[in-house]
């Protein structure tokens, strides 16, 4: 009797070691770009480790439902109030909220068809044209109602959605004319410590559909694809890691443990 219940003892404490060897988390996958070799052992070396491509950034191109924030300014006074409206400093100017909701009623929404309407003008195809694009057709097509007119044209919903194992997981709206896909993991409060950084997914909305793709943010080269910068309605999902499923930090391997402790000791007690 006492032979078997040892047996079983011997079993179980294989059992939950095994399960904790599985819940721990190597130390290559808790760093971001850590498939570089030959990494110097000194805080400062002299040497170069790795250089990757500059990825080319392409002009996001305007489709149906974005939002535009367009400011529409021409020479009516003195030459310093053009200049201050153009440069947005003129006196009495009101604080701009960057809220969401301030962006969405107050910016110019794109049709299904892909065209806007703007005072003086008729309707306009903004689909397919950059926003430096939009901002020329938009000078010439005022040129003959106002004087001196400049036109500022701004992608009003550069937003990112981060979800997965991350920090702070949510809805970004990025106000930079670049933004990559680890600024919006950044604002996203960074990787947790379950986070497989080999496996990220990123859905992307394209002409044709949803393109969904996994990126290896293990290995620096990644910087040179066409998905290190991100995209109006991006969503990127960080996976788990395996180990988490077995965290030997959980309540439920705590109860585990303690259960198994107090059963050796009453079957100590028992056989005794």
């Known amino acids: 009797m006492q032979v078997k219940s040892t047996r079983l003892f011997m079993a179980l404490l294989v059992l939950l070691l095994g399960m904790a060897s599985q819940s721990c988390v190597g130390y290559k996958d808790l760093v971001t770009f850590n498939a570089i070799d030959n990494v110097p052992e000194n805080l400062i070396s002299d040497s170069t480790i790795q250089v990757t491509p500059n990825p080319r950034f392409e002009d996001y191109k305007i489709?149906?439902?974005?939002?535009?924030?367009?400011?529409?300014?021409?020479?009516?006074?003195?030459?310093?109030?053009?200049?201050?409206?153009?440069?947005g400093v003129a006196q009495g100017t009101p604080n701009i909220r960057n809220l969401p909701e301030d962006i969405y009623f107050r910016s110019v929404s794109v049709s299904d068809s892909g065209t806007i309407i703007l005072p003086l003008l008729e309707e306009i195809e903004v689909e397919g044209l950059s926003v430096l694009e939009l901002k020329a057709r938009l000078d010439e097509s005022y040129k003959p109602y106002l004087r001196f007119v400049s036109t500022n044209v701004k992608l009003a919903n550069m937003r990112v959605t981060v979800l997965g194992e991350v920090a702070k997981p949510g809805v970004f709206y990025l106000y930079q004319e670049k933004n990559t896909i680890l600024d919006a993991i950044g604002f996203a409060g960074d990787f947790t410590e379950f986070s497989n950084r080999k496996r990220v997914r990123m859905i992307r909305q394209t002409e044709d559909g949803s393109k969904t793709v996994f990126l290896n943010l293990s290995r620096p080269e990644f910087t040179a694809t066409e998905f290190f910068y991100v995209q109006p309605q991006d969503m990127i999902y960080v996976e788990p890691l395996k180990a988490k499923s077995f965290d030997v930090s959980s309540e439920s391997v705590g109860l585990v443990f303690s259960a198994v402790s107090l059963g050796a000791l009453l079957a100590n007690i028992f056989i005794k």
């Open 63 to 87: 489709r149906p439902y974005d939002q535009l924030m367009i400011k529409i300014n021409a020479f009516d006074g003195s030459t310093e109030e053009f200049l201050n409206r153009e440069f």
